[in-house]
């Protein structure tokens, strides 16, 4: 187990207190489809604060190549607000240096990252994370948000899942993790 409910609900709370304080007059938070979903819903009744939210989706060109393109854009314009973008994890850090620049293209007062999991040891660009929930090793993360293959999202905490088991058969994990 990578992180239990439990654990995941008190990074939740302490992430929302750190925005809260970090933004007295309000923030924009920017969630990154789909994973980011179930982090986003979480953390904004953590947010003591006016927070609204919008979405972004993207999708590789090339699985592990860090080129993503915009799926479906943000309903609203972010020029002279305070955005945080939102996401379920960085590993490489590819996705999020695009995201970043293409938010910054547009103007916002203030830009900043909070990503539920730090994969740091993945790292090929340097991020920079404003917000972090919890830093996990080497593993592929499965659950909150978090799939192989459209499965596992609806998981209440976070496992690590065997890739090659995985890639063999989506699949592999269904019936120990969802004994039904
Ligand atoms: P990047 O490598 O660009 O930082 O991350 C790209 C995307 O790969 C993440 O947004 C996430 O969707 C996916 N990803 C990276 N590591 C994991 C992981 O451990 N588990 C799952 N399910 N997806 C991951």
Redesign the pocket.
């Known amino acids: 187990m990578l992180a239990g409910a439990d654990e995941l609900r008190s990074q939740v709370a302490r992430l929302g207190r750190e925005l809260s304080g970090a933004y007295p007059d309000g923030v924009l938070l920017v969630a ?1 489809l789909k ?2 979903l179930w982090f986003l819903a979480d953390l904004v009744r953590s947010v003591s604060v006016p927070c609204a939210v919008d979405f972004l989706a ?1 999708s ?1 060109y090339a699985e ?1 190549t ?1 080129r ?1 393109r915009i799926v479906k854009d943000l309903d609203c314009d972010i020029s002279g607000r305070d955005v945080v973008l939102v ?12 995201l970043l620049g293409e938010m910054e293209r547009r103007g916002p007062r203030s830009l900043a990252v909070c990503t539920l ?1 730090d ?1 740091a040891a ?3 660009v340097p ?1 920079r994370l404003d917000f972090v929930g919890l830093r ?1 090793a080497d ?4 659950g909150y948000g ?3 293959a459209e499965r ?1 999202r609806n998981l209440d905490h976070i496992v690590a ?1 065997d890739l090659s088991r995985l890639q063999q058969d989506p699949d592999a994990h269904v019936k120990e993790l969802f004994p039904g």
Do not use: P
């Open positions: 990154v994973g980011a993207i590789s592990g860090g993503v996401e379920d994890i960085v590993d490489t850090g590819l996705t999020l240096a695009y999991l994969k993945r790292r090929i991020a996990i593993e592929f993360a499965l978090l799939d192989f596992y899942g």
